[in-house]
């Protein structure tokens, strides 16, 4: 295993430990609370993981692996560092951001997508409304050409990868005016 890019200060009263499967990592509560509004309410409330001092991510469909790789991501960017998201870790960030309410990293995260060529149109396009990520919906609405759109919207659909329930009616009415556009 790597080593815990984010353990614990030696004050007291500063570790959390995090299970994940049959795995678990004791960390720095403190320096997570600096990030995430959501582990400072866990740890700032009488909530059990304030109590016990930990945290039990399993359900998250993540892994140990995943986990340390977004903890040496707030490491990072708490030493003044830049993380920049990458191709391999893009989406397990990004579905880590969010449930951490983490605002700068989930931007990254976006960005990433945004400009990502290693990977195929329609998967960041089917995150958009999951994770909230309107730099991606803008891109697609205003940015992509209405004959790339096009093209991209009908190879998606023949390939069944991208259905009626893929997307909100609200976002497919916007598509639909994007696509009445004058290229």
Sequence with gaps: MTEN???PLSSPNDDLTVHIGEGQVTVSASKL????????RMLSVEMKEKQQRTLNLDG???TMEQ??????????HLQHG???PNPTNVLDLLKLSDYFQIDWLKGRCEAHLISC???PLIEPFLLIERYRL???KNFFLRCLN?????EFLKASHEQQMLSAGSVSNEFWFELNIRLCDKQ
């Design 5 to 7: 890019p984010c353990p």
């Design 33 to 40: 609370m600096v990030v995430s509004p959501v582990i400072e």
């Design 60 to 62: 998250h469909d993540i």
């Design 67 to 76: 986990f340390m790789q977004f903890l040496g991501a707030i490491n990072d």
């Design 82 to 84: 830049q993380t920049h």
């Design 117 to 119: 060529v290693e990977m």
């Design 134 to 136: 309107n730099y991606l």
């Design 146 to 150: 209405v004959n790339k759109l096009r």
